[in-house]
């Protein structure tokens, strides 16, 4: 769930589960069928992590779930966070799971004015969360600081007034609640241009998976350019090296992507294609491109564009 609200990831959750009851079945899906499923809900690595994990469960250990600390901190995409928050909650394990709100209600609770952005502030805070954690109900009290921060303490306005730790909680009593927690480091955005080339002939379109080492790994997506500054409409398509048989449909409007930190620009140059002729890319028909999985970018251009019009007219 991470950076995800939970009415958005549930009917992915449902859908994951019903599609992947037991952790065999899971460990025995293609990756194209795991991140279909994911299609849209973003941080994709996660249903990498969760399919790899899944292989390692079902075939190095037994298909038994790890149950101590040690062992679930071994699992690939299982952090410190992670690890507490399942050790505690399935396993009774008492360890505290510090997320970022938990964060945010430690620092205002206990009036640490270091910056949370700090390794040695991230320790001492885990270190009072542990220290304060109710060992015998570590998965409630997990939940129950977590919600705490999610809906009382929140970033802008804490509801002070319904507070159940306001008595003790040194922002409040010093009333420097909107100081707290101090964060020292921006985080630097980075803006991406991306210029997808949409080449359709007969039915089919070009299309290719993404690699290792950068956003969307194993989706889809159209052959791209990808340039650092916003490009005039006929500078893009000199950079199209169109052949005698291609023309441009359209371009389409300018498409904002926002991730955590980037920034994507992009627009979709739909062309009527003579031939493919030696494409390195893959050609797949118009009709069964529901069968990949795509970003989010690239379904908000698929529903406003019909891709076979150009055919028609
Ligand atoms: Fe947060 Fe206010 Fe509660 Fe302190 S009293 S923990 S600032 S909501």
Excluded at 219 to 242: A, G, H, M, Q, T
Excluded at 245 to 273: D, G, P
Aim: glycine share 6%; hydrophobic share 40%.
């Amino acid at each position: 769930m991470q950076q995800t609200r939970v009415d958005q990831g549930l009917p992915y959750y449902e859908r994951f589960v019903a599609a992947f009851p037991k952790i065999e079945d899971l460990a025995n899906a293609n990756e194209d069928e795991v991140l279909k499923l994911w299609e849209g809900l973003g941080y994709y690595s996660r249903a990498r992590n969760l399919h790899f994990t899944a292989k390692v469960v079902a075939n190095e250990l037994d298909g038994t779930f790890p149950d101590t600390h040690i062992g679930l901190l071994e699992l690939k995409g299982v952090g410190p966070y992670t690890a507490a928050a399942i050790g505690s909650i399935c396993f009774g394990l008492p360890v505290a799971a510090v997320d970022g709100n938990v964060y945010r209600v430690m620092s205002r609770y206990f009036g640490i004015t270091e910056s949370i952005d700090e390794t040695a502030t991230k320790k001492q805070i885990t270190d009072l969360a542990n220290e304060v954690l109710a060992k015998q109900y570590a998965g409630n009290h997990n939940e129950a600081v977590m919600e705490l921060g999610a809906t009382v303490c929140s970033p802008a306005n804490p509801t002070c007034g319904e507070c159940p730790l306001q008595i003790r909680c040194k922002a409040f009593t010093e009333n420097i609640q909107s100081e707290l927690p101090v964060r020292s480091k921006k985080t630097k955005v980075r803006n991406r241009y991306f210029y997808y080339t949409v080449r359709v002939c007969n039915g089919e379109i070009l299309i290719s998976k993404r690699g290792a080492g950068d956003i969307w790994q194993g989706l889809y997506e159209f052959p791209l350019i990808e340039v650092d500054s916003r490009l005039e409409e006929l500078e893009i398509i000199k950079l199209l090296n169109l052949s005698s048989t291609e023309v441009v449909f359209n371009v389409s409007s300018e498409f904002k992507h926002i991730l955590s930190h980037q920034r994507i620009y992009a627009k979709f140059i739909l062309i009527k294609s003579g031939s493919f002729e030696d494409s390195k890319f893959m050609k797949v028909k118009v009709k069964k491109m529901s069968d990949f999985a795509f970003p989010r970018l690239i379904n908000r251009y698929l529903e406003t564009q019909n891709l076979v019009i150009v055919e028609e007219v």
